[in-house]
């Protein structure tokens, strides 16, 4: 039984993809569409093979840029959460702060951080990455830690317990998965500012900047394969993510 | 071990009030007059909102009273909870589930500040004595509610208190397991010999466990019947004897004379 | 209440974040701070960092110096409308398809295991990089006689990344009541479409709300972003780089435009607040 339910789950959408190929393929083929556009999967995978060294090393580029940005901003976000906890005016500061943060186009910042650093080194960018990635994973730290279930509470109460024996006993281990379920929506939007970034001039390096300057060259197949490569990029950081997070909150509730 | 000249728990003019907003206050407990004695049992019975609950908490120190004394072995409540006089158990077993049953077990023996190879014994015996051995390396979420209930009870009695407080414990088991963790309490509950104030709201839990049991009404909570039950063993058959539909009876016409009262 | 108090707290932060500014430019060096030539704290001279009133002062002041023109108030409100109207376009579009998928989601087993994995992972990838290659589009094609204006590839990407947010929180939504619920309709022998309508779709807003939220500010950024990539004129993403680029002789420009895009994202989401007030009656838990 649960061997038909999981071929289905993973046959059903692998199928349907295939099918979504040859139908791009044959429209693109039939109806002679051209490639600016929409180019054909298999001009994409052509692209996509005669540029892989090249496809590797912006991969490279954007990917460091993302990590290291991601790295800085959980490491800034876990240190002000919890700052944040113990002096409340930080949390009251910096909450209303990330849900407007989160309605800005961050990545708007590039321009002028290359103005206010160096429009040569990647650090602008990365700066962005840090400022995206902090606010998920502040508000969900922040959350993990205050959140705290009244039965624990009161058994640490009963226990004559508090401040940081209760801290590191329960706060600490049940602020875990909340952080990692911030790190999960962090390291997705890392990539995307990351590739995003570049699109603001600076570095010609990472992928963002190849996708632009093959579009600009009306060569839209090979601008396909570094999407492809980006979109390859993100699934790579966002499946670490996920498995550090189911890793991090196994059998617990799960965190909606 | 116990020194049998002073209660295990003693009220004396126990009142509580808490404060509803805007409601103005409202009285959970009022003129509550109890004692426990040392290695008693004791259940408190009532329906919803009788105040059996905060009246457990009253003597964990988990809530104020606001009037009327509390002592627990002679001592203040709060004093008996900074000395670890009690060990308590909830409706939610409440296990921390990042930690394994073993590393539950240990929990208040590492808070205060046991060594490893002593929290290890033991939490090997408790868990010999609650019949989970072999689960001693699991995760609470792989266990069976029951077995959580009954890690949570392993827990409670780790620093082999003399007094254990439990508010429902068994309130989420099907009756089925809720008899098989009955029939452990009683055997857990004789073999150290410790007091119990037990709350529930199932006639034949508390009379099945109970040397008294204390039925309370609700607005304002109070107690208004202590049936002494006089069963000489608890074993398979209690259930089925005579003398215990005759106490369950009692305890029934107890609740039902209070809710008669209310009605008229 | 609490809406206003943390609005307080927010013109707080945005206060606190101008006096950093102010006072990392008293102390800070106008050549930053490098180690290994890697710049890592910034210039603090006035061309790097402009001051905060002057940034404010140049929102009065004319956009270019010749005659009649404009101030960079008028010039930046005015992009800032143009991006509006394509995100309102683009949300609009992506909230109707998003909705669309998950009812048709909802309704077929099959089509669910096809497209939801396909619809989670792409809000985890970025595919907003798309945008480049949209840029072809422009003049090449019509729709229904119409000739497609460059306006329209903007919208699609903004429409595109708003659409998915929608998808998976509508879905969610709709697969929110209990079983007791279903049990229910079906006891009553309710159609499909009677228990959409009296269970599922009420059932739902509690979870859309978050996801309109999630939406509107998608299409903000999938507009700036496009802009920028499809070298769309008249729109705030495009002023930000024009201004950035003019930065050299006027370093307060590209912030007064980069202020804009920021008010852009927080009207959005205001706007969509208020319909959350609105749609309050179904969601008695608050989103």
């Known amino acids: ?256 | 071990m116990t020194d049998q000249s002073v209660a295990a728990v003693s009220l004396t003019g126990v009142d509580k009030t808490f404060d509803a907003g805007r409601a103005g206050a409202v009285t959970a407990l009022s003129g509550i007059d109890l004692a426990v004695a040392p290695g008693e049992f004791v259940s408190l019975i009532g329906p919803s909102g009788c105040g059996k609950s905060t009246l457990m908490r009253l003597v964990a120190d988990l809530e104020r009273p606001s009037a009327g004394t509390i002592s627990v072995f002679g001592k203040s409540a709060h004093q008996a909870r900074l000395d670890q006089d009690y060990g308590i158990a909830f409706q939610a077993a409440g296990l921390l589930p990042w930690r394994s049953v073993r590393a539950n077990v240990e929990l208040p023996l590492q808070v205060h500040g046991m060594g490893r190879a002593g929290r290890a014994a033991r939490a090997d015996e408790l868990l010999e004595l609650v019949g989970l051995a072999e689960f001693a390396g699991h995760r609470p979420d792989q266990l069976s509610g029951g077995m959580q209930q009954r890690v949570a009870i392993a827990r409670a009695l780790a620093e082999r208190p003399r007094l254990l407080l439990m508010d429902e414990p068994f309130g989420a088991l099907d009756e089925m397991t809720r008899e098989r963790m009955q029939g452990e309490l009683v055997r857990l509950s004789t073999q150290t010999g410790c007091a119990v104030i037990f709350v529930t709201h199932s006639i034949p839990e508390a009379v099945y466990l109970s040397d008294r049991v204390v039925v309370m009404s609700p607005r304002p909570g109070r107690i208004s019947a202590v049936v002494p039950i006089e069963l000489s063993d608890r074993n398979e058959d209690t259930r089925e004897e005579p003398g215990f539909f005759a106490a369950v009876t009692a305890v029934r016409e107890a609740l039902r004379a209070r809710a008669s009262v209310e009605l008229s | 209440m609490v809406r206003l108090r943390s609005v307080l707290y927010g013109g707080a932060a945005l206060a606190v974040i101008l006096l950093l500014w102010e006072g990392y430019k008293l102390v800070g060096s106008p050549q930053g701070w490098s180690v290994n030539e890697v710049r890592l704290l910034p210039r603090a001279d006035d061309s790097s960092m402009p001051h905060v009133w002057t940034v404010a002062e140049r929102f009065t002041q004319p956009e270019i110096s010749a005659e009649g023109s404009s101030s960079v108030l008028v010039a930046v409100l005015r992009a800032a409308w143009f991006s509006f109207r394509i995100s309102l376009a683009g949300w609009l579009g992506g909230v109707l398809v998003g909705v669309a998928l998950a009812v048709l989601m909802q309704r077929f087993r099959t089509a669910r295991d096809a497209l939801l994995p396909y619809v989670v992972i792409s809000q985890t990838v970025p595919l907003v990089a798309i945008a480049p290659v949209v840029v072809g589009w422009g003049g090449q094609l019509a729709v229904l006689g119409q000739p497609w204006q460059p306006w329209m590839s903007v919208a699609v990407i903004s429409g595109y990344l708003a659409f998915f947010p929608v998808a998976v929180g509508m879905l969610r939504g709709l697969d929110s009541p209990g079983p007791a619920q279903i049990a229910l309709m079906q006891a009553y022998a309710a159609s499909w479409w009677q228990t959409l309508v009296r269970l599922r779709l009420p059932a739902s807003v509690g979870h859309l709300v978050p996801a309109l939220r999630l939406a509107a500010a998608a299409s903000v950024i999938g507009t700036i972003v496009a802009e920028i990539s499809t070298g769309t004129r008249g729109g705030i993403g495009r002023l930000i780089i024009e201004y950035a680029q003019a930065a050299t002789g006027d370093p307060a420009r590209p912030w007064t435009a980069i202020a804009g895009a920021a008010a852009l994202g927080l009207v959005v989401a205001a706007l969509v607040s208020a319909l959350d007030l609105a749609l309050a009656r179904f969601n008695p838990a608050g989103a």
């Not at chain 1, 054909?40 to 460091?64: H, M, W, Y």
């Not at chain 1, 976000?77 to 989160?102: I, N």
């Not at chain 1, 929506?185 to 570049?198: D, F, G």
Request: proline share 5%.
């Open chain 1, 1 to 256: 039984m649960t061997i038909v339910l999981a071929t289905r789950r993973i046959l059903t959408p692998v199928l349907a993809g295939v099918l979504l190929l040859v139908f791009w393929q044959l429209v693109v083929d039939l109806r002679d569409i051209p490639g600016y556009l929409l180019p054909s999967p298999e001009a994409i995978g052509t692209q996509v093979r005669q540029n892989f060294s090249d496809i590797l090393t912006a991969s490279r580029a954007s990917g460091t840029n993302a990590l290291v940005g991601l790295l800085a901003g959980i490491a800034l976000a876990v240190a002000a959460a919890v700052v944040a906890v113990w002096v409340p005016p930080v949390e009251r500061l910096l909450t209303p702060l990330a849900s407007a943060v989160s309605a800005m186009p961050i990545v708007a910042l590039a321009p002028v951080l290359s103005i206010m650093f160096s429009a040569t080194s990647d650090l602008p960018r990365r700066i962005v990455v840090a400022i995206v990635a902090f606010f998920p994973v502040f508000v969900t730290t922040v959350r993990g830690l205050t959140r705290i279930e009244q039965v624990h509470a009161e058994l640490m109460r009963s226990y004559a317990v508090g401040g940081w024996t209760l801290t590191r006993l329960v706060r600490l281990p049940g602020a875990v998965p909340y952080l990692f379920t911030g790190i999960r929506v962090a390291a997705s939007l890392a990539v995307i500012s990351a590739v995003v970034a570049e699109y603001f001039g600076g570095l010609q390096n990472g992928l963002g900047s190849r996708i632009t300057s093959a579009a600009a060259n009306t060569a839209y197949a090979r601008a396909w394969a570094y999407v492809v490569a980006a979109i390859g990029l993100g699934l790579v950081f966002y499946l670490a993510a996920l498995a550090a997070e189911r890793l991090a909150s196994r059998g617990r509730v799960p965190i909606s």
